[in-house]
Nanobody, 125 residues
Framework: QLQLVESGGGLVRPGGSLSLSCVAS????????VAWFRQAPGKEREGVSC????????MYADSAKGRFTISRDNAKNTVWLQLNSLRPEDTAVYFC??????????????????WGQGTQVAVSS
């Protein structure tokens, strides 16, 4: 089993930044594409970004393009999501998720095998 633990969430003002981390344990992250999803109150969970096993391919939801950056370090079993220019509508619980050999040409949850517990991001003045 792959365990995923997110951290880095918090309360930030509009226009601010946060850096989310996802640390994996139990199995090597080398074989997994890793995605970030988010779920706002009363809304469905949505894919935000994804990074392939080697990091060669990344994908972003339209809402994240130009503001969020995903990266990974397999030696550290860690994936990051840098959130810049945050808006109130970015408020949500952010989940790290991993799919075995996920190529990250899609942000669908059906490609995901393991989920983290989530970290809360709140954007408010």
């Amino acid at each position: 089993q792959l365990q995923l633990v997110e951290s880095g969430g918090g309360l930030v003002r509009p226009g601010g930044s946060l850096s989310l981390s996802c640390v994996a344990s139990g199995l090597s992250l080398d074989n997994y594409g890793v995605a970030w999803f988010r779920q706002a109150p009363g809304k469905e969970r949505e894919g935000v970004s994804c990074i392939s096993r080697s990091g060669a391919n990344t994908m972003y939801a339209d809402s994240a393009k130009g503001r969020f950056t995903i990266s990974r370090d397999n030696a550290k079993n860690t994936v990051w999501l840098q959130l810049n220019s945050l808006r109130p509508e970015d408020t949500a619980v952010y989940f790290c998720a991993a799919g075995y050999r996920h190529t990250c040409y899609s942000l669908l949850a059906s490609y995901i095998d393991f989920w983290g517990q989530g970290t809360q991001v709140a954007v408010s003045s």
